[in-house]
């Protein structure tokens, strides 16, 4: 009886995949794609992507300088681009983001939720501050422009969104906990959704990157004792085979939201501690209990005090950054100012 159920349920798993695999696949030629947080890391690097598929194309930032320089790179590829400034955790700005991004490029057929900021340090120096700003940016605005692109998409019966959640909303690692719980809501929200809006033909896919080589450790944002903590960060996100090109996760994304896929776990670390945490929760929960004691930083140092990556850049040597700075470069992480050089040593 077992055998014969377990076959009943292999010729099920592969005739679903067989019926997945014949799907057509999405095309972004001629669509019209928002991308969130589309000036710098990971979603200029989508963009380009997007550009050289043939789709048009609206990102937005907050930042009015690192916007023009991506804007300028992006109309080099000979498609439309839209530009435009907006902090994705003010709702009225979104509708005016959303409406300009319209007129320019007309009805939005696929949105890309990739705004994100990421706050590192221990648990005991964050403040209610720094979780209300993680769920405000990483839940509340993809909730905005959902919120907005949606009725035009289940009205037309077709529609794509993607959001940009975390590894981190898989599996809460210590000493990112705000990032962690805004992201978990992303995750949570995203599933849901696409639950409920499959039947207008709209498909959400969830995507959870783990270390990204994006150049995001010049920007990321440190509490406690922060050249420890930049330490650690910084490394784990510039390793080869640990953490992922911004290029490689780029087509991943963009291949997963062409399937329709439901959810994507990039990178090999990602994909491990998602099956270990599914399977041995009480197991995971010792480990990262047993790298937070023995691995990260203790609180102290400058406490609540917040710096940038940059500023601590002389707490590693730099052949250790050397390909996440490269990226930073490539990806316009950089910003129009010159980057600081680098603080004196720790003695």
């Known amino acids: 009886m077992s055998r014969t159920l377990l076959a009943a349920a292999a010729l099920g798993v592969g005739g679903y995949l067989a019926y997945r695999a014949a799907q057509p696949r999405y095309r972004f030629r001629d669509r019209h794609v928002v991308v969130t947080g589309g000036s710098r890391g990971l979603g ?9 598929l043939g789709a048009r194309l609206t990102i937005c930032s907050r930042d009015a300088d690192e916007l023009a320089r991506a804007e300028a790179e992006l109309r080099e ?11 994705v955790t003010d ?11 319209r007129r320019s490029n007309g009805p939005v057929d696929v949105l890309v939720n990739n705004a994100g900021t990421i706050r590192v340090g221990p648990a005991e120096e964050m403040t209610p501050a720094d979780f209300e700003q993680s769920l405000r940016t990483h839940f509340w605005g993809p909730l905005y422009t959902t919120l907005e ?53 709209v498909a959400v896919t969830t995507v959870c990157p783990g270390p990204l080589r994006t150049g995001c450790h010049l920007n990321a944002e440190f509490k406690g004792r ?9 490394a784990n996100s510039a390793v080869p085979g640990w953490s992922t090109s911004a290029e490689s996760a780029a087509q991943s994304i963009l291949a997963a939201c062409s399937r329709g896929d439901a959810e994507v776990v990039i990178g090999l670390p990602a994909k491990a501690a998602v099956a270990a ?17 023995r691995v990260l930083p203790a609180p102290g140092g400058p406490g609540p005090e917040v710096t940038r990556g940059r500023d601590n850049r002389a707490a ?22 010159a980057v600081p050089p680098p603080l004196p040593a720790d003695s």
């Open 44 to 52: 200029l690097v989508l963009a380009r992507h997007l550009m050289r």
């Open 77 to 87: 590829f000979g498609r439309p681009v839209v530009a435009i400034e907006c902090d």
């Open 91 to 101: 709702r009225e700005r979104v509708r005016e983001f959303l409406a300009v991004a």
């Open 149 to 201: 692109v949606l009725p035009e998409m289940t009205a037309r019966r077709a529609g794509r969104i993607v959001n940009v959640a975390s590894i981190g909303g898989k599996v809460a690692f210590p000493h990112l906990l705000p990032y962690s719980t805004g992201k978990f809501a992303l995750v949570g929200f995203s599933t849901g959704l696409r639950a409920e809006v499959a039947r207008y033909g």
């Open 226 to 234: 922060h050249r420890e903590e930049y330490r650690w960060f910084a």
């Open 277 to 293: 945490h599914a399977l041995c929760p009480n197991l995971t929960a010792d480990v990262l209990a047993c790298l937070n004691r």
């Open 316 to 337: 590693l040597p730099a052949w250790v950054t050397t390909l996440a700075d490269r990226a930073a470069a490539r990806n316009n992480e950089l910003h129009a100012a």
